[in-house]
């Protein structure tokens, strides 16, 4: 298969710049580790070597992720420019993610925001929020967006999320001889989704028991579509 034009418009240039500005930082780190002493010193050479290393190595996966995403799609070039105050720090976290599943969501949203077909606004909040958020919050947060396109076709308004992250239950669905109780690491997730601003829990969930039953909010919806495919 042919490869198409760099959909980038040069940042495949700008990623061996950017090797050449590693290579330079990581000589840098070694001259610094000269001003503490003993064992300091070379901790902190060798702890900038890895850094230098590693983020270069996620930079070339990022690269080769968006190159992907854009071909799915028949992207040849960014059709929209990324404004800096969100690509720079995109960007950052997205060289920076180790975990490759979630990076590539952030790939995702990368190609989402510069593609003006997308119908993706590109927001600074959707970079700070989903800089907060670990692969399952990202997981659970796209099965409830599922099942609340379920109930966008009519029926009881509510998500269940007692078998969450294979999947949430519509409203109407639910088992009612099930445990609504969702696992202990699933229920930490709802709650940081709840933090950020993207699901609210339902006025008929117990009152102690508050992400059992939930709602994604206007921003989580806009979110995840952002991050899809």
Request: proline share 7%; aromatic share 6%.
């Given at each position: 298969?042919?490869?198409?034009?760099d959909?980038?418009?040069?940042?495949?240039?700008?990623?061996?710049?950017?090797?050449?500005?590693?290579?330079?930082?990581?000589?840098?780190?070694?001259?610094?580790?000269?001003?503490?002493?003993?064992?300091?010193?070379?901790?902190?050479?060798?702890?900038?070597?890895?850094l230098?290393?590693?983020?270069?190595e996620?930079?070339?996966?990022?690269?080769?992720?968006?190159?992907?995403?854009?071909?799915?799609?028949?992207?040849?070039?960014?059709?929209?420019?990324?404004?800096?105050?969100?690509?720079?720090?995109?960007?950052?976290?997205?060289?920076?993610?180790?975990?490759?599943?979630?990076?590539?969501?952030?790939?995702?949203?990368?190609?989402?925001s510069?593609?003006?077909?997308?119908?993706?606004?590109?927001r600074?909040?959707?970079?700070?929020?989903?800089?907060?958020?670990?692969l399952?919050?990202?997981?659970?947060?796209?099965?409830?967006?599922?099942?609340?396109?379920?109930?966008?076709?009519?029926?009881?308004?509510?998500?269940w999320?007692?078998?969450?992250?294979?999947?949430?239950?519509?409203?109407?669905?639910?088992?009612?001889?099930?445990?609504?109780?969702?696992?202990?690491?699933?229920?930490?997730?709802?709650?940081?989704?709840?933090?950020?601003g993207?699901?609210?829990?339902?006025?008929?969930?117990?009152v102690?028991?508050t992400?059992?039953?939930?709602n994604?909010?206007?921003?989580?919806?806009a979110?995840i579509?952002?991050?899809?495919?």
């Amino acid at each position: 298969m042919t490869d198409v034009p760099d959909p980038t418009g040069g940042w495949a240039k700008a990623t061996e710049e950017g090797a050449k500005a590693s290579r330079e930082a990581i000589q840098a780190s070694r001259e610094l580790g000269r001003f503490f002493s003993g064992p300091a010193g070379e901790l902190v050479g060798m702890w900038w070597d890895h850094l230098k290393v590693v983020r270069f190595e996620r930079q070339v996966r990022l690269w080769e992720r968006v190159r992907h995403f854009c071909n799915e799609r028949g992207l040849l070039a960014p059709t929209r420019k990324i404004p800096l105050n969100i690509g720079a720090p995109l960007l950052e976290n997205a060289t920076l993610e180790e975990d490759d599943g979630l990076q590539d969501v952030w790939a995702r949203l990368l190609v989402n925001s510069a593609d003006v077909s997308s119908g993706i606004e590109p927001r600074r909040g959707f970079v700070s929020v989903l800089a907060e958020m670990s692969l399952l919050d990202v997981r659970n947060l796209a099965e409830i967006w599922n099942a609340t396109k379920l109930n966008d076709e009519g029926g009881p308004i509510g998500v269940w999320t007692y078998e969450l992250p294979e999947r949430a239950i519509p409203a109407r669905n639910a088992d009612p001889e099930r445990d609504p109780n969702p696992s202990p690491d699933v229920e930490i997730s709802l709650s940081n989704l709840a933090r950020l601003g993207c699901i609210i829990s339902s006025n008929r969930a117990p009152v102690l028991q508050t992400h059992h039953l939930v709602n994604l909010t206007p921003f989580g919806r806009a979110l995840i579509e952002a991050c899809a495919k």
